[in-house]
């Protein structure tokens, strides 16, 4: 009688762990879109807290055509010290919306039509250090617990380091091309790298 108990509890545990594995592969088989990535994005841990604010836009890319991107702004807190907060940038204030902090723009897709992956231009407003589209990532997946984000941030050197006066037509545009430079070559961020978020909102 107790070998048929654990036969029959052994077979419930396997038809449990198949069943929940069968609904994370349904979640996981939802279209992402880029209006999967809005909303507020959170990673923490015991002192530390990135919360990331991402929403859709539709721009005009040029005379001709117009892009439907990723933008966004972030707050960092640590030891419970507000290190950086830009949740008050604003695309009206900007002369461009690839000027805001955060602004992404599609990968590839996948088979399906999903969007798994932004390339993300990053703007570090403490240091003035920069990533590229080239080169940062915003991966999306489906966790047991929601979406998830994982951010990449990576910097490159500028292409026109070197070569601002002889670039820039004027003083004060050759002075922030060599700001931008420098910046590149800064170690590190003032936000943790390489982390999930989970979305909270």
């Known amino acids: 009688m107790l070998v048929m108990r654990k036969i029959i509890f052994c077979l419930l545990l396997v038809v449990s762990v198949f069943m929940s594995n069968l609904s994370y592969g349904q979640d996981s088989g939802k279209t992402v879109t880029l209006e999967s990535y809005e909303g507020e994005w959170k990673w923490e841990d015991e002192d530390e807290c990135l919360i990331l604010y991402l929403r859709d836009t539709t ?3 040029s005379d001709l055509s117009e892009s ?4 966004g702004t972030y707050k960092y807190i640590k030891n419970g010290v507000v290190v950086v907060d830009n949740t008050n940038v604003s695309p009206s204030s900007l002369r461009s919306l ?3 902090p955060i602004h992404a723009c599609k990968g590839p ?12 231009s990053f703007t570090d407003t403490v240091t003035g250090k920069e990533s590229s589209h080239n080169t940062s990532t915003l991966s999306y997946t ?3 617990n929601g979406p998830e984000l994982f951010i990449s941030l990576k910097s490159e050197r500028k292409w026109y380091e070197g070569a601002e006066d002889e670039l820039a037509s004027t003083p004060e545009e050759a002075a922030e091309m060599k700001r ?5 070559k800064l170690p590190g961020w003032s936000i943790p790298n390489n982390v999930t978020l989970m979305k909270v909102n």
């Open 68 to 71: 439907t991107d990723i933008i």
């Open 142 to 144: 489906i966790g047991r």
């Open 59 to 61: 721009w005009q890319y």
């Open 98 to 100: 690839l000027d805001m």
């Open 180 to 184: 931008r430079s420098n910046a590149a």
């Open 109 to 120: 897709l996948d088979n399906n039509g999903n969007i798994f992956y932004l390339r993300l």
